[in-house]
Nanobody, 124 residues
Framework: VQLQASGGGLVQTGDSLRLSCTAS????????VGWFRQAAGKEREFVAA????????YYADSVKGRFTISRDNAKNTVYLQMNSLKPEDTAVYYC??????????????????WGKGTQVTVSS
């Protein structure tokens, strides 16, 4: 499966932004999809993930209550709605996909397929 993240940009503290991850090449509903981010000089970190059907979602503590992941399998797209953005949310955001049936904590370290990232910059 090929993944393409989009929707990044430069925003101010407190603003909102919606990222999209569009997939092609395989049946999208067969994949768990996640968002990860990597800030300059830091390691990549897990942000959120969503089950194949979209019925279950998982979040890092740092974004819980501010970010919402969702998916539209008919459009082969997963979204990350980011509200109340903070400067520490500044990073390159990547979407990833995994063929596993169920989400496991190990997926927070990485998934099977990755797309190119999109830059999100939050100014103070």
């Amino acid at each position: 499966v090929q993944l393409q993240a989009s929707g990044g940009g430069l925003v101010q503290t407190g603003d909102s932004l919606r990222l999209s991850c569009t997939a092609s090449g395989r049946t999208f509903s067969n994949y768990i999809v996640g968002w990860f981010r990597q800030a300059a000089g830091k390691e990549r970190e897990f942000v959120a993930a969503i089950s194949r059907s979209g019925s279950s979602t998982y979040y890092a503590d740092s974004v819980k209550g501010r970010f919402t992941i969702s998916r539209d399998n008919a459009k082969n797209t997963v979204y990350l709605q980011m509200n109340s953005l903070k400067p520490e949310d500044t990073a390159v955001y990547y979407c990833a996909a995994d063929r596993s049936l169920y989400f496991t904590s190990g997926m927070k370290n990485g998934m099977d397929y990755w797309g190119k990232g999109t830059q999100v910059t939050v100014s103070s």
